[in-house]
């Protein structure tokens, strides 16, 4: 069975703190998203990485940086947390050598972080 | 640019009555679509992806390319179709193959 896993699902930061959120998927997948989701605004994408090392910005990087360092995780780090990254962040993993018809990503439980 | 558009934000139907959860996309390439299920404390799960064709939990969804729409229809729902739904577009390459999600659709039915 798929599994993507994150290292927590609620977090109480304070203004100012480092936050770093971990994501792990077992599946071998060569690319890795992290996303965050608020009430009418569905989800936005923050960075992505297609292969360890490698990181590209999404569609609202600002205030966040990631790290892929092995294949099978990707960590979101928010270096000095604001309340305005209060939000539900999601992670999320796919591979680009399955067949279209099988190709979807698979998303983590996400992690709900609170910064007061 | 690419964009996904869910025109209701809160959709209440009679458990079953039909039920169809709008859709609008732009994209200048070939799209491949998707509709997305988070069930209340559960993770964001694949429902259903256009090119597969299939029928899901009985809800169906067809690419009209003409109207730019992928609309997720089901004949006759269920309570535990209550959800949030979202219509996701798959990006290109140089984005990762990224998901563009439109800002979903709160379904609820009722008894």
């Known amino acids: 069975d798929v599994k993507v896993t994150q290292s927590s699902r609620y977090l109480v930061k304070r203004t100012g703190e480092k936050v770093f959120l971990e994501c792990v998927q077992d599946m071998d997948h060569e690319n890795m998203f992290w996303y965050r989701q608020d009430p009418g605004l569905g989800l936005r994408l923050i960075y992505f990485s297609y292969d360890v090392k490698m990181k590209e910005k999404g569609d609202i990087p600002e205030g966040y940086s990631v790290s892929r360092e092995k294949k099978e995780r990707f960590s979101l780090i928010l270096e000095s947390a604001s309340t305005n990254q209060t939000s539900m962040y999601l992670c999320?993993?796919?591979?680009?050598?399955?067949?279209?018809?099988?190709?979807?990503?698979?998303f983590g439980p996400g992690t709900r972080l609170t910064v007061l | 640019a690419q964009r996904v558009t869910q025109p209701e934000k809160l959709l209440s139907v009679f458990k079953g009555a039909p039920v169809e959860l709008k859709c609008n996309y732009s994209?200048?390439?070939?799209?491949?679509l998707f509709w997305y299920v988070q069930y209340s404390r559960q993770r964001l799960q694949l429902l259903l992806r256009?090119?597969s064709r299939e029928s899901i939990k009985g809800f169906t969804a067809d690419l009209n390319k003409g109207e730019t729409s992928f609309h997720l229809k089901k004949p006759f729902a269920q309570e535990e179709d209550s959800a949030m739904y979202y219509c996701?577009?798959?990006?290109?390459?140089?984005?990762?193959?990224?998901?563009?999600f439109g800002k979903g659709t709160s379904l609820l039915v009722t008894p």
């Open positions: 256009h090119i």
């Open positions: 996701a577009l798959k990006g290109s390459w140089d984005s990762g193959y990224a998901l563009n």
């Open positions: 999320a993993s796919s591979s680009t050598s399955l067949p279209r018809w099988t190709d979807t990503q698979y």
């Open positions: 994209y200048s390439g070939s799209p491949e």
